[in-house]
């Protein structure tokens, strides 16, 4: 009767090379989160498109133009246009179309993004058509148009371009290259990693198993780190160095770590499901 029931017992079946297998596992999720970040990054901080998107929101634009209007006003009271003289230097629209063509240039990595030539002849011609009609005033404006066009060229090199703008390229540049060989070699390897982890499991359903584990940690772990970033200080702590503009970067720098929140989540969803529809087709096989 003993040897009769051994005989009907099942042998349990168990994974083959276990310790291998997580191994594997571990190094699959390694290339899962610098993958998925480095494609999070990709649409967002390397994406032209997401910046123009997020630069030319309504309230950005008003936000900038204000800043922009403010600092260049007081340049230009400093070299000789008459305190009298209240207009806006810049329109909503210059801005747009100037912050438009320094974001492509930036991304074109052009040394020199930001076209000071424009705006000055922008700034010129808001000058001179509020030009009043005071005869007195209209020589003085015509004088102060003319004398404060190289100063203001020269702050807008000097005090955006040169300590901002270009550093942003050449950063740009190194960013772009370091964040696209890591993506695709993390791709590439991972691919190559579940094709060894099929060869070593034998088994679909292991194979799902680890994928899905993999995709889970690598998405937590995103998850956490785009949460310490946001409520940490440190978006705060960077805009700082923007001096006025420091909201539109703490804006730009939150709708960057929204979408990364929402690609993680995916990413921690998708892995949690396909874990658990392996363990569940492990137990009905």
């Given at each position: ?23 594997l596992t571990f190094l699959i999720f ?256």
């Amino acid at each position: 009767m003993t040897n009769m029931s051994r005989l009907d017992q099942t042998p349990k079946t168990t994974r083959p090379n276990k310790g291998l297998s997580r191994f594997l596992t571990f190094l699959i999720f390694c290339c899962a989160f610098f993958g998925i970040g480095g494609i999070i990054l990709n649409q967002t901080v390397l994406k032209e498109s997401f910046t123009q998107e997020q630069l030319n929101q309504p309230k950005t634009l008003k936000l900038v133009t204000n800043e922009f209007n403010t600092v260049l006003l007081d340049a230009a009271q400093k070299n000789g246009l008459p305190q009298s003289v209240q207009v806006q230097l810049l329109s909503t629209a210059d801005v747009k179309t100037d912050m438009n063509k320094t974001v492509k240039n930036i991304y074109a990595f052009k040394d020199r993004p930001l076209d000071s030539d424009q705006m000055v002849e922008q700034m010129a011609g808001n000058l001179t058509a509020a030009i009043p009609s005071n005869p007195i005033e209209q020589a003085l404006v015509k004088t102060a148009v003319a004398a404060v066009q190289p100063p203001l060229k020269t702050y807008l090199n000097d005090q955006i371009q040169t300590p901002y703008l270009a550093p942003m390229v050449s950063e740009l540049a190194i960013m772009t290259s370091v964040v696209n060989i890591g993506m695709w070699i993390a791709i590439i390897m991972g691919i190559v990693l579940l094709i060894v982890q099929y060869a070593v499991s034998g088994k679909f359903r292991y194979l799902f198993g680890s994928l899905g584990a993999a995709l889970a940690w690598s998405g937590l772990f995103l998850l956490l780190g785009t949460e310490t970033a946001k409520f940490s200080g440190l978006i705060e702590e960077v805009a700082q160095r923007a001096g006025e503009f420091n909201t539109v970067i703490i804006n730009y720098a939150t709708s960057v770590l929204d979408y990364a929140w929402q690609i993680s989540l995916i990413t921690l969803i998708s892995g949690v499901v396909l874990w658990i529809l392996a363990k569940i087709f492990q137990k009905v096989r």
